[in-house]
């Protein structure tokens, strides 16, 4: 059995089935791990949705802010869509519901014992190690499930942007979803600098990417995680970053997991384009 993580897709189908054929995926008794965004910006945001929910057990998918944007949208009707969404063929599918209901029961953080590998979409703070962020990932599942309309109404802002025990719920939950589904910079003292997106050289004074950041208590554990486009491929410091920007005309890109081997990628027909001030990883 070979276990295959692949970056960020976005709505790029075709590109997901490229590259399952050049790896000759087999799901009869391969297992693949999403690490999260699967819609959003690309022209097949259904068919990949459509197509990965199939898989059954056999797909391990953990939630990105644009999952999180496509199901706030739809439990929320009033909210505005953002001027590059392109998830209208999910909210007006027939069987939307279905497919929703499922993205809904996606965790935001995976663990596998046995390949020592924890998978998140962006990021965990310092301060937490896998317990704390395990648990706070839980915390947000059980919310999103059980009162979908109070989480997605208090799910947005960029506060608090600084880890303490003290939080209160709605706080808690809310930096716990901008850590595992947004974070990509903080700086020495843990705090969040959500306002970055762009390439780690090009970090202001005093930030670190989250997986450097002074004494980050999981250092210990091997994270595959997607979300930071303008990074591309890094394989070092005990992470495994795999959002190469496929939707912007990068590559899409799969590493196998359960034996050291090089990543294998397909290239991207680049749906969307960088405006004058846009990076890759604009939200």
């Not at 990105?64 to 001027?83: E, S, V």
């Not at 392109?86 to 995976?110: F, G, S």
Request: hydrophobic share 40%; with cysteine; proline share 6%.
């Amino acid at each position: 059995m070979a276990v295959y993580a692949i970056g960020d897709l976005q709505g790029c189908y075709d590109e997901l089935r490229r590259l399952l054929d050049k790896v000759r995926f087999d799901e009869t008794q391969d297992q693949l791990w999403l690490t999260g965004d699967l819609v959003n910006r690309g022209p097949q945001s259904l068919d990949v949705l459509r197509f990965v929910a199939a898989l059954g057990p056999v797909a391990t998918v953990v939630l990105g802010n644009h999952d999180l944007h496509l199901l706030a949208l739809a439990y929320q009707p009033h909210l505005k869509h953002k001027r590059d969404d392109t998830l209208q063929a999910v909210l007006a599918a027939p069987d939307r519901e279905e497919l929703l209901a499922w993205l809904l029961k996606r965790p935001l953080l995976h663990t596998d014992a046995a390949l020592k590998t924890t998978m998140v979409h962006a990021g965990v703070p310092p301060q937490w190690d896998l317990a704390m962020s395990t648990r706070c990932a839980r915390d947000v599942e059980m919310a999103l499930i059980n009162s979908p309309l109070e989480f997605f109404a208090q799910m947005y802002g960029d506060t608090p942007d600084l880890w303490t025990p003290e939080l209160a719920e709605q706080e808690r939950l809310r930096f716990s979803v901008n850590c595992l589904t947004r974070l990509r910079a903080c700086n020495s003292e843990g705090k969040l600098l959500l306002k970055f997106k762009g390439p780690a050289t090009h970090m202001p004074a005093g930030a670190f990417p989250w997986f450097r950041a002074p004494n980050r208590r999981t250092s210990g554990q091997r994270i595959v995680f997607g979300h930071w486009s303008a990074l591309g491929y890094h394989n070092a410091d005990n992470v495994v970053a795999l959002d190469t920007g496929c939707v912007w005309g990068g590559h899409l890109t799969a590493l196998r997991l359960d034996q050291e081997m090089s990543p294998v990628q397909v290239s991207c027909e680049g749906y969307r384009r960088l405006g004058p001030s846009e990076t890759a990883d604009q939200e």
